[in-house]
Nanobody, 124 residues
């Protein structure tokens, strides 16, 4: 089992940047495909980005493509989400998720392990 802890959220202005981190403890981090999801009030949890176990392949939701970058450092048991050119519509609770020995996926139901979430608020 792996435990995931997100950090790095906060209140920023439109156009600013923010970097989220998700640190894992427990089993070998490199055995997990990782994803970032977000949930705004009254909305379903939606896909943001995902990365394969090796970090060799990434995928992004259409609304963040070109602005957000997912990366991982398996030596530090950490996955990152670099968010640039933030918009008010990016405001949400951001969650990292892990999938043991699976491919990276856009579907929340494919991930068994979740962090507690970190709030990102973008003011206009």
């Amino acid at each position: 089992q792996v435990q995931l802890v997100e950090s790095g959220g906060g209140l920023v202005q439109a156009g600013d940047s923010l970097r989220l981190s998700c640190t894992a403890s427990g089993r070998t981090f490199s055995s997990y495909a990782m994803g970032w999801f977000r949930q705004a009030p009254g909305k379903e949890r939606g896909f943001v980005a995902a990365i394969t176990r090796s970090g060799g392949s990434t995928s992004y939701g259409d609304s963040v493509k070109g602005r957000f970058t997912i990366s991982r450092d398996n030596a530090k048991n950490t996955v990152y989400l670099q968010m640039n050119s933030l918009k008010p519509e990016d405001t949400a609770v951001y969650y990292c998720a892990g999938r043991y020995y699976g491919d990276s996926s856009r579907s929340p139901s494919d991930y068994r392990y979740w962090g507690q979430g970190t709030q990102v608020t973008v003011s206009s």
